[in-house]
């Protein structure tokens, strides 16, 4: 059996009683306990937390490589959507700037009097637009619009007049302005004909008959540069139209 001191232990003999102070040491043991168990538990939580972000961060860069891989292989499709909107862009401005050229010849044709007879037409939607087989007219340069430069003979100076009045009654024209309108001094054999078919002069060597040299300005879109410009030039002979 086990041996039980009842006698109080504050009147035990050899002993000497240190309640207060002993009671302190147990709380002094305790707080240090709940201050390693607090330290240790915000250890736990924090590196908790630090894996946590890893972890997460670790995913975030695995979505955003598995992003760029997908994006890669999708590149060539947004080049070509890319490529097919410029084309679209490209086709459509052409579209828009082209000039209706046959309407135009065929107000030429409409209004044009049988007392007049054309050597030359050029027909350009730019003032700086340069063809082969001629010169510009000097007034082509005061519109910068379509124009159709034309040179002809008629049989008198109030023909000339007509042939004036007669080409602003074409549909979309601006202005007509003469240039020149002279008969030679002299007739001559200028109007032989050369082994193409055609006439070197339209006045054919007749001093009566006035060569006239205008430019019929046209309403339509402004041509910005001779690159991108539709040009046409035409040279009927000299007794094409009458």
């Not at 519109?143 to 034309?150: K, R, V």
């Amino acid at each position: 059996m086990k041996a039980v001191n009842l006698i109080p232990e504050d009147l035990r003999g050899g002993r000497r009683g240190t309640g207060p102070r002993a009671g302190t040491g147990a709380f002094v043991v305790l707080g240090a306990l709940a201050v390693a168990l607090i330290m240790i538990t915000s250890f736990m939580l924090t590196t908790r937390t630090l894996s946590d972000k890893r972890a997460t961060a670790a995913s975030l860069a695995q979505q955003a490589s598995d992003a760029e891989t997908r994006a890669g292989l999708l590149k060539s499709y947004t080049d070509f959507s890319a490529l097919r909107q410029k084309r679209v862009e490209t086709v459509r401005s052409l579209a828009g700037s082209r000039f209706n050229w046959a309407h135009t010849f065929h107000e030429l044709a409409r209004v044009l009097p049988t007392s007049a007879w054309l050597s030359t037409v050029r027909a350009t939607t730019a003032a700086n637009v340069q063809l082969d087989g001629g010169s510009t007219d000097p007034l082509r340069n005061s519109i910068a619009s379509p124009a159709l430069e034309i040179v002809g003979c008629t049989k008198s100076h109030d023909d000339v007049a007509r042939v004036i009045s007669d080409l602003r009654r074409m549909d979309g024209v601006q202005r007509v302005s003469l240039s020149s309108a002279t008969k030679s001094d002299t007739t001559s054999d200028s109007g032989a004909v050369s082994d193409s078919g055609s006439t070197a002069d339209c006045t054919r060597g007749n001093a009566h008959y006035p060569k006239f040299s205008l430019t019929v300005f046209l309403a339509g879109a402004q041509a910005t540069s001779a690159s991108g410009s539709e040009s046409a030039a035409a040279t009927p002979s000299a007794g094409g139209t009458q």
